[in-house]
């Protein structure tokens, strides 16, 4: 048995000697875009607060699929949010067959893939969302506006910012 155990030193040797110059590398996930990189003076260009941005789900709430960062309009009286939505797991087409999503229509955004959606999940928010193929997964941008009864179409608003902020996308 000891002659055996030369041996095995030997043949441990001589494989990791082999490997040299080659860095093991993890097997996952794709990077996912972050929504927040979307800097303070693309923001401000596009009309919306620059000094505001609120990164995440909200105290204690983890979703672990989608990074979200959220953007308000300037002033006191806020009409409405800007809200970004990235995801390396789910994609665009998920959002074309959802049944929750209403009056969709495909489109071309700068050479990518974009579907135009609405929902119909509160009363007080008219909401326009556009959902981007990215080359790992799905971004999607959301207008929810106030309902005040002013006639403002959140689309209008929603293409408009989307327009000034698609060169922030991966």
């Known amino acids: 048995m000891r002659k055996w155990v030369p041996a095995c030193v030997a043949v441990v040797a001589l494989l990791s000697g082999c490997g040299d110059g080659v860095e093991p590398h993890a097997v996952g996930e794709p990077t996912r875009w972050d929504p927040c990189s979307i800097t303070p003076e693309a923001i401000g260009a596009t009309g ?60 071309v955004l700068d050479g990518r893939d974009a579907f135009q959606f609405e929902t119909e999940i509160a009363r007080s928010i008219d909401d326009c969302n556009v959902a981007v193929g990215l080359p790992h997964g799905v971004a999607v941008f959301t207008v929810n506006y106030m309902d005040v009864g002013d006639g403002v179409d959140p689309c209008g608003l929603l293409l408009g910012h989307l327009a000034d902020l698609k060169s922030a996308l991966p």
């Open 48 to 107: 919306l607060d620059p000094g505001y941005r609120d990164e995440g789900w909200g105290d204690g709430i983890v979703v672990p699929d989608w990074a979200i960062c959220s953007f308000k309009s300037p002033g006191v009286d806020i009409s409405y949010f800007l809200v970004v939505k990235s995801s390396s797991t789910h994609t665009i087409e998920e959002a074309r067959q959802d049944p929750l999503n209403v009056s969709g229509r495909g489109f």
